[in-house]
């Protein structure tokens, strides 16, 4: 019963949000059922558009998949952007020191320096947290300002594009060797390697979460860091490696933003998300909605991907401005949330309701398996 | 009907599916007696107290209050009828004042203002007729448990309860407390207050009662009086069939020391010291149990030899000649400690892990549960089912959340899980408390399986039966000292008493 609402609930926080969606668009001016299709159009309408999607999804099933490690740890891992830019840096600067180093060299390099850009800046909130009790979800956003504000830096002045100092001074570097340039895998599309490399990191978080002693010992010091740690499992070691490896994630995901875009270079306007496009916050919504199961966060990702590409053609077909996937993402949030306490409410009213035995309070009697999801939520909130 | 009891159940039965919970259960609380319900975690108490409170409906029987048919259908109406329930966990607002905590849910008398001065008057009335003591005006974090509980008690009072349930009320309280808790108790019952008394310490039940009842599987099992039975009976009848309270413990020459204390001090929680200088051997085949009266420095002792809390410069723990003093959880165990902590569910076990994984909690780095760098999920079952079966841990399948199983059930895991690492010392802190007269049992009986092959063991215990029963030495801990060590066979229940007040 309870595994049941656990897979129904969100489905139907989502649809809820779309109902919204669709009294938003009627406010309007425009048809409800006309948006919707061009929603639908523009994320699946034709294979481009699928491929764009995906490409969409990559950063945020990154990002998503490092969260859930952090969440799994009880580490509330907030610095998905500050991470995602720390990885795209370090990864740029090496693209732009060694741009003549050979492809198949320089691809895993720049891969490699997204990930320890990304891990080290956040194994720093995680050497806070585990040795100097600073709370993470503070010190994790804080770090978000200071890498976008690094990033401004580094591009108005050392990282500059040359061109550009005479001139309008864009914040952006120079286009990337083609060398580092991640190949595209169906040609006449935008589908690169990023998109199979984010579902294999996927895979890999699974396998090590629920495979491996490492992360028995995340879950263990997510779980009960006491019994952890009185069965002499270091739980300050393991905060640190959850951070890390979920700045890690979040790194590879800037790596993928810069090597994977049809610009080639790290491209900023100043604002605070002007690269990421706030992958590193969507990111975790994508983990919540997939239940912070590494395996979920895939089809979750690519459907926060399809409402961003879908938001697009809406604003082109419709006029209707994209902010309203934004509006949407949110909504679902407050549902998938909400809708957790609604069914909180409604097991209490099946226990009291056992007075008079049916078939379906049968299982309530006994317990149950906790459902991945509930277990999320309640850690998060 | 000039002495209808205060309350009838009469032929209560209730069923969820596949438990029969509560089978034609009748029982009755006269004014002015303590009728203790007795029975292991499952036996149906809790389910006859929640009906009777009015969260669930029986299927058939009555309840008469006052030799009237009563219909309670809420605990407001339950409150209403003059019925009340003191939670095992208490059930009072941290930040707010003993006045505060007893008006809460009531209607006020001046519409939306509070009404505090007239409570407070009341409060004290109640506290001065019973003699609890309390000072309505102090907010409730800044309470010891005991005192914590006698709100409750003064919340109950204050609805005008006749019939109060309480539900295990010893569990969370020092004899002193219980000591206490027992004379506000007997000063209710004077007044004619019924009282409902839930409990499985048998001496307590032994001491406090008017009437026992004991029920088994849903059944009643026993209807007795402390003048007709004992303490084995009262077990025999929880468990239906025979137990032994004192398990038999065959002679063994004492080894090397091989646990070694010398001049361990520890500070507690809040920075001052809690334990003192402590020195003490335990030698391979003995057991040596430390007596005390909780809150004497037993935990941060425990702590310490587990690694968990640093000692203070100047301390030794040692374990076969190994130095630990400054040594984390993880080398204290690789040389070969193992640890039963005093709070399973906090520091023993995960509660949402599966029951497999917590027998694989300090173990599950071992290369042999391994293929490669993943677990290797066949060998971790058979393992686990070995460890299952043989320490007859009583679960549906090794998946199933450890949160879940009963508390003696989770205990026997814990043991399993430590016995396993062949340990040469084993510390186990209040082993069966909490835990039903079966589980507890068989862990005295591993406990005593491991002294005879020569592991030492130290035993913290504040059940005195418990290290009159298990213990070839005691050691008295008061005031983070050992004031006294004594043999078990020079011991009293009396001396270690004195001991433990201090004396």
Known sequence: ?381 | MEHAPLLTMRNITKTFPGVLANDDVSFDVHAGEVHTLLGENGAGKSTLMKILFGLYQPDSGEIRLRGEVASITSPTSAIEQRVGMVHQHFMLVPTLTVAENVALGLPSNRGFRTDLDAVSERIVEISEQYGLSVDPSIEIWKLSVGERQRVEIIKALYRDAELLVLDEPTAVLTPQEVDDLFVILRQMTANGTGIIFISHKLHEVLELSDRITVLRNGKVTGDTTPSETNRQQLAEMMVGREVKLAPDKPHVDLGLARLQLRDVSVKGDRGTIAVDGVSLDVHAGEIVGIAGVSGNGQRELAETIAGLRPAESGSSVTIDDADLTKAGPARTRAAGLAYVPEERMKDGAVGEFEVSENLLLINHGDPKFRRGPLFDFAKIREHCQRLVDQFSVKTPSLDTPTSSLSGGNIQKLIMARELDSRPSVILAAQPTRGVDIGAAEYIHSELIEQRNVGVAILMISEDLDEVLGLADRIAVMFEGRIVTVIDREAATREALGLAMAGG
């Open chain 1, 1 to 381: 019963m309870k595994r049941l609402t656990g897979g129904i609930v969100p489905l139907g926080a989502a649809l809820v949000a779309f109902l919204f969606g669709a009294i938003m668009i009627l406010t309007l001016g425009a048809s409800p059922v006309e948006g919707l299709g061009a929603m639908i159009d523009g994320a699946f309408g034709t294979g481009d558009r699928v491929a764009a999607t995906a490409v969409r999804a990559t950063p945020l099933l990154l990002v998503g998949a490092g969260i859930t490690i952090a969440f799994r740890a009880s580490v509330i891992n907030i610095g998905g952007e500050g991470q995602i830019i720390a990885g795209a840096l370090l990864s740029t600067a090496l693209a732009l020191a060694i741009p003549d180093t050979p492809k198949v060299l320089l691809i895993p390099l720049v891969i490699l320096a997204g990930i320890v850009g990304g891990g080290l800046w956040g194994a720093i909130p995680g050497v806070l947290k585990a040795y100097a009790s600073v709370n993470e979800i503070l010190s994790t956003i804080m770090l978000n300002i200071v890498a976008i504000q690094l990033m401004n830096y580094l591009l108005r002045g050392p990282m500059i594009d040359p061109v550009e100092v005479g001139t309008s001074r864009i914040p952006q570097t120079e286009r990337l060797t083609d060398n580092a340039a991640f190949p595209t895998l169906i040609e006449g599309t935008r589908l690169h390697l990023g998109v199979p490399m984010a579902v294999l990191a996927a895979i890999i978080v699974y396998v090590i979460l629920f495979r491996t002693p490492l992360g028995f010992r995340l879950r263990a010091v997510g779980h009960n860091p006491d019994a952890a740690r009185a069965a002499g499992i270091s739980v300050e070691r393991n905060i640190v490696s959850a951070l890390s490896m979920s700045g890690a994630l979040c790194g590879l995901a800037g790596v993928v933003l810069v090597f994977g875009s049809e610009s080639l270079r790290l491209v900023t306007d100043g604002g605070s998300a002007g690269f990421t496009g706030s992958a590193g916050f969507n990111g975790i919504v994508a983990a919540l909605f997939g239940g912070l199961h590494p395996l979920w966060t895939i089809p979750s990702s690519f459907l926060f991907g399809s409402l961003l590409t879908g938001a697009t053609e809406l604003q082109r077909e419709l006029q209707i401005p994209n902010a309203l996937a934004i509006a949407l993402n949110g909504l679902i949030v407050l549902f998938v949330v909400s809708s957790d306490k609604v069914r909180n409410w409604l097991d209490l009213r099946l226990d009291r309701s056992m007075s008079t035995p049916r078939s379906e309070t049968a299982e309530a009697a006994v317990p149950l398996e906790t459902d991945d999801l509930e277990e999320a939520l309640e850690e998060t909130t």
